[in-house]
């Protein structure tokens, strides 16, 4: 009497659009944010002119509106206006402009692994 009905089909496992869009659109991780955050404030201290974004058909606004610190483009420069004043975006900056967060290698270091031992340098030049 019991069992699976012959004739229903198997439901596939799809993903839901949340986890195709976040495939789609990859942010960085929080060091390398902090990394590039850090490389733009050496730049302007140096008075070097800041480069335009190249031109990208594939994100939004021709990849000319982007926000450093969130890592994002806005499809107009009136978006990014509001996404500056948003709440999101100041808990980031502060988040950002707090502590280095923790790379790979502090993970390594805490998880009990060690600086790697390649032995003493034989050859110097």
Known sequence: ????????????????????????????GDDVVYDELLKAAEEAAKGTETKA???????????????LHCDRFFATNTVREEHVRSKLHKKRVKQMN????????????????????????????
């Open 53 to 67: 974004l190249p031109l990208n058909d594939d994100l939004p606004g021709m990849g000319q509106f982007y926000c």
């Open 98 to 125: 707090g502590p280095a967060p923790h790379t790979q290698l502090d993970a390594d270091l805490a998880g009990g692994m060690e600086m790697p031992d390649n032995g003493p340098k034989l050859m110097t030049s």
């Open 1 to 28: 009497m019991g069992g699976k009905c012959p004739h229903r089909k198997v439901k596939k496992r799809r993903l839901s659009n949340k986890s195709a869009r976040r495939i789609k659109f990859l942010v960085k």
